[in-house]
């Protein structure tokens, strides 16, 4: 007789834990492609949908660090593809999948992506002229955003090296295709406005650059992330992204676009045989205006030459000169005396007004009239003040208990001199004292009512 094992008893939620991590296992990355449907927002910024076809569904969770990444409007009905990982929700045993990434699928849903973001972002102001930033007169420092291996900085290379070797450039290296390249360059903006700011790099613009392509190829430069970090730059941000005919989002947001990276480099470099050739200008016209400089300061040497006089006419003129100063100075200073004069004998008066004996003297007149006010106040006081004193004497006389007693009253006290009022807090045998308008006598309680 043979005996079969019984299952492993698990709990609901130990089944759904184990059921979840046998998915997580086996379906670590998919990509899906499907309708949706069923798309919920709610505050807390997470996106819950179905993904279905003719005949299934799923569904999936999308959640809000993950989702910001998105450059269109997902809407019911439109077809996506996703990619993420096959999971479950343990609360409710749901088979779900967990979305990392989603984009329209199909080329004409990217370019309806692309005109949406370019819709929204145009609304918002992002494109405003208002809003560019000039670049500056004279470029040192280009950042240089783009791939190390791409034709478009062999270009510009090129270019900068035949128009303006003295221009430095540094790359910050990116890819400019597939799902990473749109956060690296959004980074790299970021990381050239940093390096910008510590003062370690003197960047004077940020150049975005890569070759032509399909739709798909430029796409990292139609994603929401680029154009906000175009948007927030600092630097300015010149734009070449593919061929002449190719524009892209980062295009319109950016201060200056250039139809392909080899124009940008002759956008942002001087050309040094126009500049040599304006240098040879500049220095013949130098050359022609010394020569003229030096001819009209010849024949000003000459005029001057032509009207020097005899020396000893200008030493008389300046001895007369010299005579007439010195009678003015004698007046000046005759005048100045006087003033001063004047003004001894009007300081000596007042040093007669203000000398200690004058002012002692009117002190002492002050002083002596305030004694006489002060001893006037004080008699006036103390007259005011017995007059008071014998109102007050008059109503205590008439107001203590001398006058009751007069009347034949008596008072009444306990050892401690407090008057009794109430028969009732006395006791029999008590000691008392009686007191009169005249004398006292002693009392004892024999009984009370």
């Known amino acids: 007789m043979t005996t079969q094992e019984s299952p492993q008893q698990l709990s609901v939620s130990q089944l759904n834990r184990l059921a979840k991590q046998l998915l997580e296992d086996c379906f670590a990355q998919v990509s899906v492609t499907g309708e949706l449907s069923t798309l919920s927002r709610p505050s807390s910024g997470h996106w819950y949908f179905t993904l ?21 409007q997902p809407q019911p009905g439109l077809q996506v593809v996703v990619r993420g990982k096959v999971s ?14 989603m984009q329209p699928a199909g080329a004409g849903a990217l370019a309806a992506a692309f005109e949406a973001l370019k819709a929204e972002l145009q609304a918002a102001g992002w494109f405003d002229s208002a809003l560019k930033k000039p670049l500056p007169p004279a470029i040192k420092h280009i950042a240089i955003i783009t791939s190390p291996t791409g034709a478009a900085l062999q270009d510009i290379v090129s270019v900068l090296k035949r128009r303006w070797p003295a221009m430095k450039v540094t ?3 990116v890819l400019v295709q597939g799902e990473q390249a749109a956060g690296q360059i959004q980074r790299a903006i970021a990381q050239a406005n940093q390096l910008a700011r510590s003062a370690s790099h003197n960047f004077d613009l940020i150049l975005l650059t890569r070759g032509g392509g399909s739709l798909e190829d430029l796409w990292p430069f139609n994603e929401r992330v680029v154009a906000e970090a175009i948007y927030q730059s600092e630097l300015p941000v010149v734009s070449a992204v593919g061929h002449e005919v190719d524009f892209s989002i980062a295009d319109f947001v950016a201060d200056l676009r250039a139809a392909t990276p080899s124009a940008a480099a002759e956008l942002l470099s001087p050309d040094q045989s126009e500049i040599n050739s304006r240098v040879q200008l500049l220095r013949g016209r130098l050359v022609r205006a010394q020569r003229r400089r030096l001819q009209h ?17 200008r030493l008389r003129e300046q001895a007369q000169r010299l005579d007439e100063l010195e009678m003015r100075l004698r007046r000046q200073w005759q005048s100045s005396q006087r003033q001063r004069l004047a003004r001894l004998a009007g300081l000596q008066q007042q040093m007669l007004l203000l000398s200690p004996d004058r002012q002692h003297a009117t002190r002492l ?32 006389r008439q107001l203590g208990p001398e006058q009751t007693l007069s009347r034949g009253y008596a008072i009444v006290l306990d050892q401690q001199g407090r008057a009794v009022r109430r028969a009732a807090d006395l006791q029999q045998g008590q000691r008392l004292r009686g007191r009169f308008a005249e004398g006292q006598v002693a009392l004892t309680v024999d009984e009370s009512e």
């Not at 279905?52 to 660090?65: L, M, P, T, V, Y």
């Open 297 to 313: 300061q010849r024949e000003q040497l000459q005029q001057l030459n032509r009207r020097i006089r005899d020396p000893r006419s």
């Open 365 to 396: 007149n002050a002083l002596t009239q305030l004694q006489a006010r002060l001893q006037r106040s004080v008699q006036e006081q103390m007259g005011r003040r017995a007059q008071q004193l014998q109102a007050l004497q008059s109503q205590l």
């Open 88 to 101: 479950l929700y343990e609360g409710r045993g749901d088979y779900q999948l967990i979305v990392e990434h």
């Open 52 to 72: 279905k076809d003719e005949r299934a569904q799923i569904r999936c969770a999308f959640f809000r660090n993950r989702n910001m990444r998105v450059n269109f």
């Open 171 to 173: 790359l910050l290296p």
